[in-house]
């Protein structure tokens, strides 16, 4: 085996070990992996792969790609568990750092390509989309992969890779749609600039096309499906719309200011983001180096721009820029540990080295928060690891003057992670996890108890998923009020929703000792609280007294329906039942069959008298 192999192959296996060490630990954390594992579920339950399903309901918002991955990689266990629904998103990491190997031993050679891919995988933001179930690390596989065959095109000029280039993007549509055009189409815009003649020879419109073509084989019958044959051009043009338009330019998701990237892509790309105030001004001084540096840039600055300006933010949404990233920083750091730079490394020494003490002190400070209960021995096994591992990069710094700095902290990154993930993750899943609330009601499921089961005041696939049950939402939508006035739909539920906020801080600061017994005085209190909280209310006063009496007749009829005879429980937040039981007293009569965090909510599940005998 050459050199080269074996370092592909190291490479390949510390990356397996950190993307997948204990993903079947704990449970899928809202709110998208219990979402995504849910709507996978439902395909395999109902052996409809053409549209996807949440609840029983038509699922919208992606491409089926990931759900189908997902259910393929549960087959072997025959049902989607944790392991499974994660298991897409590690493989397309793997792959990720396998094609930034590839890309850049053909830039750079080999030296560049194993620290590329180690730099990428001990990233901290790509090292948690890696083992979490989203479609962003899977579109990074294929913009990935789209950037490498652009290049071999770019060398070659084979049409073989050309094809292969709008492939990648049909695959990348079929995971995240619209996003996957952005990046090849800057890419091809930069890279070209003021070179006509080679945009021509990609035949980018023709490509395009071709691409959509590919994943319009799906979205077309599939949107027959649920629409039975009509309105398919009118629902194909209201997503594109939405999905185009609302999200990256009118903020209708993730709104954040223009300088968002600026200030948190260096907390993405921590540890190696230590060495940006040496690899920036590095990489400015080699812009114009040669076209491999243009390819890299001409792949980042444009993405990075557009997304800046773009209303709607998140960091995954800039994913796909982390294997060039990786290979710019690998470059650069490789560059100064070549150096006789001492000064510089041993102040990136410093640094890293304070991160590593703040990041083993923060378990031992959570003992003095609400969470204090969450502080496992395991835990503080790996805090004092970290703060071992900060005040040795300390010694060797003063001793080496930072020699093999990067060489330290891929080693301590990874060392790191794989102690969070077997220790911190499984200790955070008391606090995060859905599993443990519906565990009653998993054993019903199972057995094919027949129940009904609601949400009140909210809808969490989470639920679903380990319920192993659909639920039906209650007070999620507007509430059918009657004015002597008519109101339109955009006032009504900027109304309702001051109402309700304003609701539930006033009974928020009502004290009652116990939420599934309070006496009679600490109702009062609540109905007084209620009561003073709509009349204050800043929305119209007539729509105040109506709202009132409509949601109070709306909880009792669903209270009643929740009383009959048959089996029944429902999902709650604590804050909820305080406002619902001077609006239905009743409420307290129910069974509090478990209560605890999920998340930052404060849930509690409760059942009627049926559901109860059932337990």
């Keep these: 085996m050459t050199q080269k192999n074996l370092h592909l192959l190291l490479l390949l296996a510390v990356s397996a070990v950190l993307f997948f060490i204990s993903t079947w630990a704990y449970d899928l954390w809202p709110a998208d992996e219990p979402r995504y594992g849910q709507v996978a579920r439902e395909m395999m339950e109902s052996g409809d792969y053409l549209v996807p399903h949440i609840n029983g309901q038509p ?3 992606k491409p089926p790609l990931l759900f189908w991955l997902i259910a393929a990689a549960a087959l072997p266990f025959g049902d989607v568990t944790e392991f499974s629904a994660r298991a897409p998103s590690g493989l397309a990491a793997l792959v990720t750092v396998l094609l930034t190997y590839l890309l850049a031993a053909r830039l750079y050679g080999a030296r560049v390509a194993l620290w590329s891919g180690l730099i990428l995988a001990t990233t901290s933001f790509f090292w948690v989309e890696a083992r979490w179930v989203r479609t962003d690390m899977l579109l990074t596989a294929w913009m990935t992969a789209s950037l490498y065959v652009f290049w071999r095109w770019h060398e070659s000029r084979r049409p073989l890779f050309l094809a292969i280039f709008y492939l990648l993007i049909a695959g990348g549509l079929s995971t995240k749609g619209p996003p996957a055009l952005v990046f090849p189409a800057l890419l091809i815009a930069a890279f070209y600039w003021k070179r006509r003649a080679d945009r021509r020879r990609l035949h980018w419109l023709i490509g395009f096309v071709a691409a959509c073509a590919v994943v319009l084989a799906w979205f077309i019958p599939a949107r027959m499906a649920i629409s039975a044959g009509g ?56 812009r114009r180096e040669d076209e491999k540096m243009r390819l890299l840039l001409a792949w980042i600055v444009p993405a990075f721009v557009f997304f800046s300006i773009a209303l709607g933010k998140r960091g995954t949404y800039v994913l796909p820029l982390f294997p060039a990233l990786a290979i710019l920083e690998a470059r650069a750091v490789l560059d100064l540990m070549d150096s006789r730079r001492a000064v510089w490394r041993r ?29 496992k021995p395991v835990m503080l096994a790996f805090s004092g690891c970290a703060v071992i591992s900060g005040a040795w990069v300390i010694a060797r710094a003063r001793k080496t003057g930072g020699a093999s700095l990067h060489v330290l902290m891929a080693g301590q990154f990874a060392v ?20 443990t609330i519906c565990a009653p009601l998993t054993r019903l499921s199972k057995t094919g108890i027949e129940y009904r089961l609601y949400t009140l005041g909210f809808s969490r696939e989470e639920y679903i998923f380990y319920s192993r049950h659909f639920h039906t939402p209650v007070l999620t939508d507007l509430i059918p009020v009657e004015t002597p006035h008519k109101i339109d739909l955009v006032d009504m539920a900027r109304q309702q929703r001051t109402l309700r906020k304003d609701v539930a801080k006033a009974v928020a600061d009502v004290h009652v000792a116990n939420l599934g017994s309070p006496v009679p005085a600490e109702i009062d209190a609540l109905r007084s609280a209620v009561h003073g909280a709509v009349a204050k209310a800043e929305v119209d006063p007539e729509l105040a007294g109506a709202f009132e009496q409509a949601l109070e007749k709306t909880v009792t009829d669903f209270a009643h329906d929740f009383e009959q005879p048959t089996p029944a429980f429902m999902f709650i937040m604590q804050e909820d039942l305080k406002w619902l039981l001077p609006l239905y007293p009743q409420f307290a009569t129910f069974t509090v069959v478990d209560q605890r965090p999920v998340g930052r909510r404060n849930m509690m599940l409760l059942a009627n008298e049926a559901g109860a005998n059932l337990l």
Excluded at 277 to 286: E, N
Excluded at 418 to 434: E, H
């Design 231 to 286: 309105g398919v051009d009118a629902q194909i043009g209201s997503e594109a719309l939405r999905q185009i338009v609302g999200r990256l330019f009118l903020g209708v998701s993730h709104m954040q200011p223009p300088w968002y990237y600026a200030l948190n892509l260096p907390v993405f790309l921590l540890p190696w983001a230590l060495f940006l105030p040496w690899s920036l001004p590095w990489v400015w001084r080699r």
């Design 347 to 375: 102040r990136t020494a410093y640094a890293w080295s304070g991160v590593l003490i703040a990041l083993g002190l923060a378990p031992a400070a959570l003992l003095f928060t609400e969470y204090g209960e969450a502080v």
């Design 416 to 435: 790191l992670s794989v102690l969070a993930a077997a220790t911190i993750m499984p200790a955070m899943n008391a606090y995060q996890g859905a599993s």
């Design 59 to 61: 699922y919208n918002e």
